[in-house]
Structure formats: C-alpha cells, structure tokens
C-alpha cells in the first residue's frame, strides 16, 4: 500500500506563505493525479487543487491566484505552496493520489495549518 507523509504545516499570520510537501514511498509517476485536500473543524474534507500525470493544474475557486501545487517525480512529492494566507484556510491539510478514476481510500495523517493574527 502506498504510504503518504505530509510535512510544512505551521502558525502564520495572515497574508503569510507556507510550503507544504508530501512524500510518496512509490512511484508517483504512474499515478493518473495527485492531490491536496483538507479539512477544517466541523466541516467535510474538501479538495483544494489537482495536478494531473500530465502535469495539468485545478484548484477549487477559493485558492486561485494563491496557491500552487507542483510535483518532483525524481523526488516522488507533490508540494502545495500557500501564499496570502486566510484565517478561513485554517484546517488539516492532506495529500492523495488516483491511480485512474478514483482516489486512494488511504489517508496518510496530514498536516495542521493555522492561520491566525
């Protein structure tokens, strides 16, 4: 089974940038997608951006113009870098993979990030 460990998140101020990273124990270029996901206190995991083996980039309308996500398939990661950061950005965030159609039901423990004065 795939492993994920995601790493970088942290407590910022608004308007702040963090980098986080997740490192995958295969091949990630076999996957079809990779992506970053989170969840907030109270609510539903939600997905906030995609990067296809293609290397085509999505993210949800919310993050545009802020975030990027990227991968390093010699590295095996997939990064999500957070610039102007919000306090409503605050949540767990988490990494996930598709190998066609579906994302992997195998959730690695994410990473806490905090946006706060």
């Known amino acids: 089974q795939v492993q994920l460990v995601e790493s970088g998140g942290g407590l910022v101020q608004p308007g702040g940038s963090l980098r986080l990273s997740c490192a995958a124990s295969?091949?990630?270029?076999?996957?079809?997608?990779m992506g970053w996901f989170r969840q907030a206190p109270g609510k539903q995991r939600e997905i906030v951006a995609v990067?296809?083996?293609?290397?085509?980039?999505s993210y949800v309308d919310v993050v545009k113009g802020r975030f990027t996500i990227s991968r390093d398939t010699s590295k095996n990661t997939v990064d999500l870098q957070m610039d102007n950061l919000q306090p409503e950005d605050t949540a767990i965030y988490y990494c996930?993979?598709?190998?066609?159609?579906?994302?992997?039901?195998?959730w690695g423990q994410g990473t806490q990030v905090t946006v706060s004065p």
């Open positions: 990067v296809t083996r293609g290397g085509y980039s």
């Open positions: 996930n993979y598709r190998l066609v159609a579906d994302w992997s039901d195998s």
């Open positions: 295969t091949t990630i270029s076999t996957f079809a997608a």
